[in-house]
């Protein structure tokens, strides 16, 4: 690693038909191509289980502190990129690979319903969707194991993540076209992500917000 800022890009394990999900294929694929010398990427491969779910994106937040999270997850059926602007909370009651689902069928007892990341989906989409890309946004994330580890990194990163859903048919689906697509919304985001550092340094610190974000894009059309 170059010690610059680090960025985590997670993808799930297996998955149904799946014996190597493509989330995880995406994710191999972007420590390969980098997101450019300011950042080292890490990857960690996700079972589709809660239990190690949380037990991962915890430790994430705890032991790297990275400056920016994007979680990888496929949208079956989808020939289109997903970026998903909110996680919730409750609602979780889907069993996972192991036949499992939370007894109170929520990320965290007592958190708020929803958290959204600080990176504004909508105005990304919007401007890759002028540019022609086949990327589009979503306020829900599905309530299973993506919806639950983006609310979980959210939760434990102030905010600091992103929830890809990526597709499974299409021309999208192949890593050669989707890979430096990710790649360039990523970088966009986290261009995104430091505009809005520099703004709050510069602003009164009384008026900066609270550590957990609550939905500030989610209604803005």
Known sequence: M?????????GFGPFRQFLVNPSWKAAQGLKLVGLGERFDVYIKEVPVSYVKTEQIIADIWRSLNPKFAVHLG????????ILEQTGKNSGY?????????PESHCCVEGGPEKLCSVINMRAVSKQFKEAGMDVIYSRD????????????????GQGRAALIHIPTSGSLASADRLVPLLQTLIQTMLNQLQKQHEQMMTADSSSQQSTLRSCDYEDKQ
């Open 74 to 81: 496929i949208a079956r059926g989808s020939s289109v990129v």
């Open 141 to 156: 994330a599905g309530r299973y194991l993506c919806d639950y580890a983006y609310y979980c990194s959210l939760y434990h």
């Open 93 to 101: 009651r889907d069993k996972d690979v192991c036949g499992f689902c």
């Open 2 to 10: 170059s010690g610059g800022e680090a960025v985590v890009v997670t």
